[in-house]
């Protein structure tokens, strides 16, 4: 469910700021939008992979312990990690087991420009939008759900992509009646629809999972529900609460490329500490939880920044993604 909120917001994001970009300067320029990626994704992604690859295996066998890795190092190198769990399917090193879905959004990054550049400004893009999504879930019906790891094809999660980029698209274009129209929603309302939703993404392999069309069925609620939390949080003058006025939640969502990407290495490290023991539940979770924030707060601050300021060099905008 993370994983899919993560491709809807990562479309809205990308897709507004190209509006705002352009808006500004007139046009997008598509290789300075490369360079930010590159420079945003690439340093942690790399090193994770050096992880993954390299330094956990040494340490296996510094423990005496054998260690077979499916993954192929040339498809995550090249950011084809999704299309790796595909062929190869999960991969030995559980560190490497987040990587496929930042290898999705690689593929998106490299697209998308393209797509804005030659269709953003025709009454035709939000169809071609509908019609990507239509296209993506139609793909993972028909194609994926049957396919080994279908779920990790850039044409399945292409539909999470694309809600982004239409609700960028209705809100950048259309901002005042969005804004009028979400703030109408009373609060209480506003409430209920986050527990049901969150209720029912908790639970809805035991309220719909015998159903037949499950398989198609599963991402409904979230796909909506995460494209109204990006309106409501974004646009609404009547929100029951702003995410972005809590300083801690703005202080992690700061460093959330690297809660994502660490934290099953902080995972790992439990495990150590932990060896043989299946209890201590509770207090292995928390501290998973605390070591993946230690490790974000350091990668970001003494890593990640230095990439991060070359980053600037190349930003039309005061603020980018």
């Known amino acids: 469910m ?14 507004y700021l190209m509006y705002l970009e352009q808006s500004k300067h007139g046009k997008l320029n598509v290789l300075y939008f490369y360079i930010r ?60 087991g987040v990587q496929w879905s930042v290898a999705v959004e690689e593929q998106f990054y490299l697209l998308w420009p393209l797509v804005f550049l030659l269709f953003n400004n025709k009454r035709l893009f939000p169809y071609i939008l ?46 005042e009646t969005v804004r009028y129209y979400i703030s109408k929603i009373k609060k209480w309302v506003s409430i209920l629809i986050y527990i049901v939703c969150v209720f029912t993404m908790l639970f809805q392999e035991y309220l719909i999972a015998n159903l037949v069309y499950y398989k198609y069925l599963y991402h409904i609620v979230p796909f909506i529900f995460f494209g109204y939390v990006i309106v409501e949080q974004n646009f609404s003058d009547n929100s029951f609460y702003k995410i972005g006025n809590s300083s801690l939640l703005k202080w992690l969502g700061k460093i959330s490329y690297g809660l994502y990407l660490t934290h099953m290495i902080a995972i790992n490290i439990v495990i150590e500490i932990f060896t043989n023991s299946s209890d201590f539940v509770i207090i292995k979770g928390l501290l998973s939880v605390l070591i993946t924030i230690l490790l974000s707060y ?9 990439f991060l300021s070359w980053k600037k060099r190349f930003s039309f905008l005061e603020k980018q993604n």
Do not use: M
């Not at 917001?9 to 897709?15: H, K, N």
């Not at 990626?37 to 040494?58: E, S, V």
């Not at 312990?65 to 991969?91: G, K, M, R, T, V």
């Not at 350091?298 to 230095?306: H, V």
């Open 2 to 15: 993370c994983v899919i909120f993560f491709f809807v917001l990562s479309g809205f994001l990308i897709t």
């Open 37 to 96: 990626r590159a420079l945003r994704i690439w340093p942690l992604y790399y090193l994770t992979l050096i992880i993954g690859f390299f330094i956990y295996p040494a340490y296996v066998s510094l423990t005496g312990q054998s260690h077979h890795e499916n993954a192929n190092l040339l498809y995550y190198s090249f950011f084809a990690a999704n299309f790796d769990h595909i062929y190869n399917y999960f991969p030995s090193c559980n560190i490497l």
């Open 130 to 175: 509908i019609a990507c999504i239509l296209f993506s879930k139609l793909f993972h019906a028909v194609v994926a759900s049957n396919l080994k790891g279908g779920d990790y094809h850039l044409l399945s999660c292409f539909k999470y992509l694309a809600l982004g980029a239409l609700i960028a698209y209705i809100c950048y274009n259309k901002t």
């Open 298 to 306: 350091l990668s970001y601050n003494y890593f990640e920044k230095y």
